[in-house]
């Protein structure tokens, strides 16, 4: 069923699959021909921003989802997910779940959007009425969602979002971190490969040489002269959106979370809107309790995420930054 060729295609579109600070941790080793072995590079693991490794994992589920998108096109399925029990690490690999495939798999609808999805970090224009209709489409196509489109409720969100990434920022080792994984420069060997480039965070080249001064030496006095957190606002990129709220059962596995993620996301790019993802809501507690509070969380119900989407206001950076299929293949 499964071979190496075969495994070659199906990876050129799972690697296409988000993954937190485009780390792409996730690797493949064909076991036989009916199952794959996802393991997990433990030299992309993110200490500052995940030290839990929630969001590696969820990454690991948007991989498998995609997988399961990419099989439909062949006629497979995955038949199961066994997370596995042994997680002892060897030559750098962690394994994460062994995957069963079998046949008769059918084409899924958000297969075809695989290629679309991005992280649209840019800004958005008004609604109108086909864009208030395309948040009509989404809030009715998925349960993981709760939509937030009033516009003070925006704005607000937004504040917190300052607010919360501020806190994170203020951190040295979450700075270095995310500098680490920015790619602010073409002349990085790495631009095309992996991380967070100028194009994909949609900033000009004055902004990223900029970038790596304030997330760099300049912060300390920066924040001392209280200028920091108007230098690092992102408040602006609301304006003219909406706000998703993406929540999952209380105690859910984020392999499984991911995979929810990523169909969520599509189901965004299947309705023409635009999102990213606004982690540090979610990830700093005062924000997540009062995003739950304010907008009806329901109970049993965690906030995994929270989207920012609109309609973009410009077109997608043209380069999409993966690693080659064959680096993925362990
Ligand atoms: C769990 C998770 C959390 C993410 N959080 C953020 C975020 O807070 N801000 C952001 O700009 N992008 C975020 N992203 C998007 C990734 O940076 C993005 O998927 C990656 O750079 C690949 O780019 P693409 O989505 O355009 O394919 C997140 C992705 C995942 C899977």
Known sequence: MLDPSLLKDLLAEVRLAPSVHNIQPTRWRLVGGD???????????LPAADPTGHDVRLSHGAAVEGLSLALGRHGLRIAEVEPAADASTSGGLMPVARILIRAGGALDKLADLVASRISWRGGFRAFGPAGEAALDGLAASSTDLLLVRDPPAVGEIARLADEAGFHFLCNDAHRAELLRW???????PAYLRDGLSAEAMAMPGVVAFGTRLVLG???????????AATLVSERGTFANGAVAL???????????TGRAFYRAWLAMTAQGLAACPVSVLADRPASNRQLIERHGVPKGRRLVNVFRLGLAAGAPAAVRARLPVAELIV
């Open 35 to 45: 199952a794959l072995l996802l393991l997990e590079d433990i030299a992309r693991r």
């Open 182 to 188: 920015m790619r602010l420069s073409r002349s990085d």
């Open 217 to 227: 030496p300049l912060f300390p006095p920066l924040r001392r002269l209280g200028l």
């Open 246 to 256: 993406f929540h999952r059962p209380e105690g859910e596995d984020p392999l499984v």
